[in-house]
């Protein structure tokens, strides 16, 4: 199993991101799967998840400007970023599990990470 993030870079607050995740190795509508993002000097905090059937789970912080989404034939995932704050900046990973989380938004239980992509919001 791998996976490989990319879209990151820099952008102004109140910019727009979309990073991609590829999978390989399993097949991605098959596993729950998410973005995670870490800050120096900060724990690894749950973003954003999606299950195998579409649903959605995201972190209050990120609630009604982040969107996450697959496209399951090209073995992809998403994560737009839109009206992106200083806050935001972060290490963003990408990442997968074979079972159904008792919390998605918590690290302990994922699989497989990705090598992380960075965001960096500032003016």
């Known amino acids: 199993v791998q996976l490989v993030e990319s879209g990151g870079g820099s952008v102004q607050p109140g910019g727009s991101l979309r990073l991609s995740c590829i999978g390989s190795?399993?097949?991605?509508?098959?596993?729950?799967m998410g973005w995670f993002r870490q800050a120096p000097g900060k724990e690894r905090e749950g973003v954003a998840t999606?299950?195998?059937?579409?649903?959605?789970v995201y972190a209050d912080s990120v609630k009604g400007r982040f969107t996450i989404s697959k496209d399951n034939d090209k073995d992809t995932m998403y994560l737009q970023m839109n009206n992106l704050k200083p806050e935001d900046s972060a290490m963003y990973y990408c990442?997968?599990?074979?079972?159904?989380?008792?919390?998605?938004?918590?690290?302990?239980?994922?699989?497989?990470w990705g090598q992380g992509t960075q965001v960096t919001v500032s003016s």
């Open positions: 999606i299950g195998s059937d579409g649903s959605t």
């Open positions: 990442t997968a599990r074979r079972n159904w989380p008792h919390d998605p938004l918590v690290r302990l239980g994922y699989n497989y």
């Open positions: 190795g399993f097949r991605v509508d098959t596993y729950y």
